[in-house]
């Protein structure tokens, strides 16, 4: 599975839609291109409950997965509020989505090439709806996944990239999300 990435259609970010929004599957999303086993280990820390598991994280939406393949954790970072949002029940798309880091965080290398792992569905479970009328699009399996493909990402498929926000220390999400 870390093998070659496989050729997709020259618009690549609306063949990676198509396929989540027609296809049973979660994206990963990793610097790493090397691996042909996915674990739970979870070298970072959340705020949430659902978050800070011992876990393998996925998202049935390619875009939220794409932020953490080419996400540059270096000097002066320390954190990073993110989410991909739809309607609970719905169609997968159209979402809403937030990215912002700590402030302090600003390199200019923030983003940088990554993989997009492809995985089967049957180990995830998903989070509820937040506040019980948001579908997160966040997966997790405790067990050990096996990639059904892996694609090379770069910063140009990430939509975002280029309007991330900043958040101040101490500052309550509610309140960056007001900002936002």
Same mark, same amino acid.
């Given at each position: 599975m870390a093998g070659r990435s496989?050729?997709?259609?020259?618009?690549?970010?609306?063949f990676l839609r198509w396929l989540a929004a027609g296809?049973?599957?979660a994206f990963h999303g990793s610097q790493?291109?090397?691996?042909?086993?996915?674990?739970?280990?979870?070298?970072?820390r959340d705020q949430t409950e659902w978050?800070?598991?011992?876990?393998?994280?996925?998202s049935n939406d390619p875009v939220w997965a794409i932020y953490f393949a080419c996400l540059r954790r270096d000097?002066?970072?320390?954190?990073?509020?993110?989410?991909?949002? =739809? @309607?609970?029940g719905g169609p997968?798309?159209?979402?809403?989505? %937030?990215?912002v880091h700590n402030r302090g965080s600003a390199s200019p290398l923030r983003f940088g090439p990554g993989s997009l792992y492809v995985l089967p569905p049957e180990p995830f479970a998903a989070a509820p709806p937040l506040a019980g009328v948001v579908d997160t699009a966040h997966l997790v399996s405790k067990e050990a996944v096996t990639p059904l493909a892996r694609v090379d990402v770069t910063p140009a498929d990430?939509?975002?990239? =280029? @309007?991330i926000?900043?958040?101040?220390?101490?500052?309550?999400? %509610?309140?960056?999300?007001?900002?936002g």
């Open positions: 496989p050729e997709l259609p020259e618009r690549r970010l609306e296809r049973d599957v790493r291109g090397d691996l042909e086993r996915l674990e739970p280990v979870r070298n970072s978050g800070d598991q011992q876990a393998l994280y996925a000097e002066g970072w320390s954190g990073t509020r993110n989410g991909s949002m =739809g @309607r609970p997968l798309y159209p979402r809403s989505y %937030f990215f990430f939509p975002f990239a =280029g @309007r926000g900043y958040y101040r220390d101490r500052e309550p999400i %509610f309140v960056t999300l007001l900002r």
